[in-house]
């Protein structure tokens, strides 16, 4: 069964400081991954997914297939980044979603 | 547009007690999931919905049932609700199978057994 593991559970980062939320998934084939976050005691939003290669709120992920990684970066962290995110991965008939990361950014 | 909508946004149930988590979606999408979040769990799946007419079992369907009532509406029933049923529940709609296109999500239904 495909698994993503996020060995993370909380980061914690000063404002302006470079953040990376880890994600590693267990596939083999060709993974369709995405990251999702969730502000305080909202529902959950779609940040990015690999197959469109977009950056939102400044946010990337590249997928590295030999690190089976798919890694959140973001150069310059801001405070209104603090939140939960999930990195998920298409099974086949639903996603699967990793324990999740809370980024905590202090300034 | 209002998306994925769920009712109720909070409920206290004493153990054994039943109820029904409402969701309906207006953006004609296909499937229709429900997940449960807890601390240091993530989201795990309890059932899916993958098209009209169709149900199937998640990772933790145990002591669930669900009804996908028409193409906009999937219910999820604790017929006898438990403890280790407390929890934060997401309902989660998409246009196809598997998510691909992403999820919307619902705001959630913050539920307590005693």
């Known amino acids: 069964a495909q698994r993503v593991t996020q060995p993370e559970k909380l980061l914690s980062v000063f404002k302006g400081a470079p953040v990376e939320l880890k994600c590693n998934y267990s596939y083999s084939g060709s993974p369709e991954l995405f990251w999702y976050v969730q502000y305080s005691r909202q529902r959950l939003q779609l940040l990015l997914r690999?197959?469109s290669r977009e950056s939102i709120k400044g946010f990337t992920a590249d997928l590295n297939k030999g690190e089976t990684s798919f890694h959140l970066k973001k150069p310059f962290a801001q405070e209104e980044d603090s939140a939960m995110y999930y990195c998920a991965s298409n099974s086949g008939y639903a996603l699967n979603f990793g324990k999740g990361t809370s980024l905590l950014v202090t300034p | 547009n209002a998306g994925v909508t769920q009712t109720p946004k909070f409920q206290v149930l004493k153990t054994g007690q039943s109820m029904t988590l409402q969701c309906a979606q207006d953006m004609n999408h296909n499937s229709m999931y429900w997940y449960r979040q807890d601390p240091g769990m993530g989201l795990r799946l309890i059932y899916y919905?993958?098209?009209?007419?169709?149900?199937d079992k998640g990772e933790v369907p145990n002591g669930y049932n669900v009804s996908r009532l028409n193409k906009r509406e999937f219910s999820l029933r604790l017929e006898s609700a438990a403890p280790s049923q407390t929890s934060v529940y997401f309902c989660?709609?998409?246009?196809?199978?598997?998510?691909?296109?992403?999820?919307?999500f619902g705001s959630g239904t913050r539920l307590t057994v005693v």
């Open positions: 989660a709609s998409s246009p196809t199978t598997g998510g691909n296109s992403g999820y919307t």
């Open positions: 690999h197959i």
């Open positions: 919905s993958a098209s009209e007419g169709t149900t």
